[in-house]
């Protein structure tokens, strides 16, 4: 792989950039029985950006676009009784996403960051064992006739079309150190586990609450932490798996923690 890039600085505060760079996964075999060899994963990416300080330094924003194109996509699917890796043919991402950094004051500062992927399949055609009553379409391929599904346009799984996330921070200074009080939030749009984008294999657009209250000592050695994670108790998919129709098609989930409450503590030497 390689990767090339340019910058040009706009002026004192403002620096512009681009690059292109390319990307490699290598293939393999699923540990199942008979398995087929699934092809090594390539992509190329291009991206353009602007990086800025305004306002005195109280502003940093970052933006950037990119293009991304992949070839044999690897992919999980239902193939029967088991999951096996395979091989999608094309697919195309295109981007943009901004990052904004406010500090109105020394203590306090806060962090907005904002998403837009529009990530898709190119040219895919493949099966769907996990649904027996679903009429397939029939595509020649090397001039032998296939049954599947053509998965033209469909959107790539764990890629929402937009994503946000804000953070606050605010710092009071005490005698032995710093205690920072931090509130976070992250939104996803609806987010597919599969290639299919069945509503079954999903997540919802949903949001989560972090609180955090971190102390960290004037020598940098003791640092401690209080936290309340998904404070609003929120139930969000990690991952769901449709299993073939020979097991029944049931879909099994693997869920995010609810709400937790903890405490950290640490000494560095």
């Keep these: 792989t390689y990767e090339l890039g340019a910058s040009l600085k706009v002026n004192a505060n403002v620096t512009g950039y681009a690059k292109y760079g390319t990307g490699y996964k290598g293939g393999g075999y699923s540990a199942a029985a008979n398995a087929i060899?699934?092809?090594?994963?390539?992509?190329?990416?291009?991206e353009i950006g602007l990086k800025?300080?305004?306002?005195?330094?109280a502003l940093q924003a970052n933006l950037a676009g990119f293009h991304m194109k992949y070839k044999n996509l690897q992919v999980n699917q239902a193939v029967g009784a088991v999951v096996l890796v395979t091989n999608a043919a094309r697919a195309t991402i295109n981007g943009f996403e901004a990052e904004l950094k406010i500090r109105p004051v020394q203590a306090f500062r806060v962090d907005l960051n904002a998403s837009w992927l529009d990530a898709r399949f190119d040219d895919f055609f493949s099966r769907d064992d996990s649904r027996?009553?679903?009429?397939?379409?029939?595509?020649?391929?090397?001039?032998?006739?296939v049954q599947g599904i053509d998965l033209e346009d469909n959107r790539l799984p764990t890629a929402p079309k937009y994503a946000v996330s804000a953070g606050a921070y605010y710092d009071i200074s005490i005698d032995s150190g710093l205690v920072t009080v931090v509130g976070r939030y992250d939104w996803k749009s609806r987010v597919y586990f599969n290639e299919f984008n069945t509503r079954l294999s999903s997540q919802k657009a949903i949001g989560k609450l972090n609180l955090f209250l971190r102390y960290t000592s004037n020598d940098q050695r003791w640092n401690a932490s209080l936290f309340a994670l998904n404070v609003t108790d929120k139930q969000v998919k990690?991952?769901?798996?449709?299993?073939?129709?020979?097991?029944?098609?049931?879909?099994?989930a693997r869920y995010q923690p609810a709400r937790q409450f903890g405490l950290s503590l640490g000494y560095r030497y």
């Design 52 to 57: 800025g300080n305004y306002l005195g330094g």
């Design 238 to 252: 990690e991952n769901v798996t449709v299993v073939s129709a020979l097991i029944g098609s049931l879909g099994v």
């Design 132 to 145: 027996p009553t679903f009429l397939p379409d029939t595509k020649i391929i090397n001039g032998i006739p």
């Design 37 to 46: 060899a699934f092809n090594p994963e390539t992509n190329t990416n291009m």
